[in-house]
C-alpha cells in the first residue's frame, strides 16, 4: 500500500512537471528558392535569451544569406553566405523578432536550410503555480521519503535536458552529413568537368602545335616575319579596343600618304618597352616602342596608358601614405625609377583618383631588385600580393582618364556608388564589386 501511495504521488507531480515545464523550441527545414528570401516570426512576451542555429544542407556552394532583426527593425545578426552558424542573443525588446534565409544572389541553386530556435519563454503565472504546487507535494511526500521532489524535479530536469542535448547532437551530426555527402558529390561533379576541359585543351593544344609545325615548311622566314607583324598588330589594336571600351579616347589609324595630324602616336620596334608620358610639344609625333618582349597585352596597355599621360603609382607624390619603399633592396642606378614626380621637377594631378594598387601602371613588389627581396611593400599586408598582377585596365584607370580627358561633356547620365558615364555605349562602368544598370547592385563578399 505505501509503494502504491507514493507511486501514486510521484505518477501526480511528474504530470504536473510535464504540463508546467515550457522550454521554446523549434526545428524547422526550409526549402529556399534561388532569387527568394524566407522569412519566420516568433513572438518573444518578455526579455529572454535566444539562440539560433543554421545550416545549409544542400544546394549550390551550401551557402545563405542571414539575417535577425529584431521587433523595433534593429538588425541583430547580418551574414553573407555562410554554410552554417550558431547565434547566441539576447532578446532584450518584447515583440515579434524576424528571422530570415536570403538566397536572392543565387539565380538556379535552391538551399535546403535546417534551423534550430531556442528561446526561454515561461510564464510568470504558471511559475507561481508551479511553485506552490511543488511546494505542496514536497510537504506531502516528506513524511514519506527522505528524497525531496525538490531532489526528483532536478533529476528530471537534468534527464531532459541531456535528453534534448542528445537529439539535437544527432540532428546536427545528421545534417553534416548530408551536407558533406552533397558537397562530396557536387566536387565529383566538378572534378569530372573539369577533367573533360582539361583533356579538350590537351587536344586543342597538340593539334595547334601540328599545324604550326607544319605551317613553318613554307617560307619559313617570310611567314614568321608576316605572322609575327599581323600578330603584333592585332595585339596592339586589341589593347586600344580595352581602352577605348569604357572611355571616351579613340585611336584612329593614319597610313603613310594621308597628311599626319599635329599630335599622334607612331609605333616602331625598340630594344625595350618604352613611351613618355602624354602630349608633348617638343615631339611630333610622340614615339612609343615595343620589342617582342614587350608584345602582351598587359605591357601594350601599361605603354598606352603612358602615351595618354599616366604615370606609374609608386611615382604619385602621396605614396608614402599607400607604399614603403624599400631603398636597401634596389639595384645601383634604379634608384631614380622609385623617385616621385615632384622630386623630378614635374607637376602631376591625380585628379582626386585614389591609389590604385590593382592599376595597369602598378609594377610588381620586386621590380628593380637586386637580391630577390621586395623593393615595394604596402602599408596594408592585404594588398601585397595585387601588385604588378594586373592584366586589364582597372577601374580607376578608367576614372582618370575619364576626368583628364573630360569624357562627362561625351556621355551624360547618372551612376551609383561612384561609377561613371562612358563607353562607346555610354553606359554606367561599375567600381569593384558593384553591378547593374546604374551600379546600384552590390556583389556578394568584401569591396577592395
Known sequence: ??????????????????????????????????????????????????????????????????????????????????????????????????????????????????????????????????????????????????????????????????????????????????????????????????????????????????????????????????????????????????????????????????????FYIKFYNSTTCFSDIGRSEKQHPQLLGLSKGCMSIPVILHELGHALGMIHPMSRNDRDSYIDVRTQNVKTGADRNFMIMRERGYMYFTLNVPYDYKSIMQYSPTIWSWNGNPTMVTLKPEYQSILGNADDVSFYDKLYIHRRYLCGWVCTGYCENGGIVGGKSCKCICPDGYHGSYCEKRLPGEIK
Open 1 to 262: 500500500m505505501f509503494k502504491s501511495f507514493f507511486f501514486s504521488v510521484f505518477v501526480c507531480v511528474l504530470l504536473n512537471l510535464t504540463l508546467f515545464v515550457r522550454t521554446l523550441e523549434i526545428d524547422l527545414t526550409v526549402d529556399v528558392k534561388p532569387g527568394y528570401e524566407e522569412c519566420f516570426f516568433e513572438e518573444i512576451k518578455k526579455p529572454t535569451s535566444l539562440e539560433i542555429e543554421y545550416q545549409v544542407i544542400d544546394g549550390g556552394d551550401l551557402d545563405i544569406n542571414f539575417m535577425v532583426t529584431s521587433p523595433h527593425g534593429r538588425i541583430m545578426v547580418s551574414e553573407l553566405q555562410k554554410s552554417d552558424a550558431v547565434h547566441k542573443l539576447d532578446a532584450t525588446e518584447v515583440g515579434v523578432y524576424k528571422v530570415c534565409f536570403d538566397n536572392s544572389f543565387s539565380h538556379f541553386a535552391r538551399k535546403l536550410v535546417f534551423f534550430e530556435i531556442m528561446a526561454g519563454d515561461d510564464d510568470e503565472d504558471e511559475e507561481d503555480d508551479l511553485k506552490k504546487d511543488w511546494k505542496a507535494a514536497q510537504e506531502e511526500l516528506s513524511s514519506i521519503v527522505d528524497m525531496t521532489l525538490e531532489d526528483f524535479k532536478r533529476l528530471l530536469d537534468n534527464v531532459n535536458n541531456n535528453l534534448d542535448k542528445a537529439r539535437s547532437d544527432q540532428q546536427v551530426l545528421r545534417n553534416y552529413e548530408a551536407r558533406d555527402r552533397n558537397q562530396q558529390e557536387n566536387n565529383f561533379q566538378r572534378v569530372n568537368f573539369f577533367s573533360g576541359v582539361q583533356v579538350f585543351i590537351m587536344l586543342s593544344v597538340a593539334l595547334t602545335q601540328v599545324l604550326l609545325i607544319r605551317s613553318l615548311f613554307d617560307d619559313k622566314k617570310r611567314v614568321q616575319m608576316k605572322a609575327s607583324n599581323k600578330q603584333a598588330r592585332a595585339l596592339i589594336r586589341v589593347a586600344m579596343n580595352r581602352w577605348e571600351k569604357d572611355t571616351c579616347i579613340r585611336f584612329v589609324p593614319i597610313s603613310e600618304s594621308e597628311k599626319k595630324p599635329a
